[in-house]
């Protein structure tokens, strides 16, 4: 494909893009469905998850109707988290993002799918969060093959570690008996937010050739340094908190 | 969340073939694999086109929820 027949491309795929994904969301949003249920964040309200869960929904009946496994689909979910491994180490960062936005949409699926059929159990909510922290590590691992090479590096440990310990906080306060649901980026905003930006990273890398410091997919590159530092600073406030509600002397 | 399951398979259909659609995309956009990538955009539109068509109309609608009561 030369060079200006790409440019073109990744334009009509920005309009269609936009255009379908805007269009839906208003259709759905137009319905007044009934979102009470639905828990939302600060990046992602409760429109936005209930749209998402609504897509989700055939996917999930069928599932239980052929009484797939929760455990089944989570081993189905890492593959798919390789996937985008390879497909970030490969720089196929336009088919990753939409890959790693299934593979968080697949966790979902697992949970909703998991609640419904096994009552969530937990063997089953233990081996979804270890299969969740490789799935994490296979996304970032194709990130630090793509930009081995380079500064950018740095902020993609960075963000695997924050994203680590995002998750050790809450798991290690619940086991000391402690809640820990607060944190401005918990999981599904890190997918939205890495998946997104690759998904319109890559567009714009082929639409304006912008690069950041002579490094490929500056927008990626962006997103990847704002990773870096929001999921650190999610870690440090879900520490703070639960040192806060913690019984016992100050350390 | 009364949806019919046809209904509701339908709809599957439309994300499913969406979302290949842009994998394919991607193919084509950012590899040397370009006939591969336009042949998986191929298969998702016609996986998304075969659930955005058959959307019934009210008449078969009901009438497939009869059925499958």
Known sequence: MTPALQTGFALVLLVGILAVGLSSIFLYMRRSPDLSSVRGSALLGPGIRGWHFENLRPFEELLVRWRVSPAAISLFQLAIAALTGVAYAGGLIFAAGWLLIFAGSIDIVDGRVARRTHGGSKRGAFLDSVIDRYADAFAYLGLVSFYADGWVLWPVLAGLVGGFMVSYTRARAEGLGASCLVGMLQRPERYVILGLGSVFGSLAEHITGWHLWDQPYGVVIFVLVALAVLTNATAIQRMMYVLRHLPGAEP | ?69
């Open chain 2, 1 to 69: 969340m009364s949806e019919p399951p046809r209904e509701l398979a339908r709809k599957g259909r439309r994300v499913a073939g969406m979302f290949l659609l842009l994998i394919g995309a991607g193919v084509v956009l950012e590899s040397n694999a370009s006939w591969s990538g336009a042949a998986l955009m191929l298969l998702g539109l016609g996986v998304h086109l075969s659930g955005f068509m058959a959307q019934s109309s009210p008449d078969v609608l009901a009438r497939e929820a009869r059925e499958e009561t």
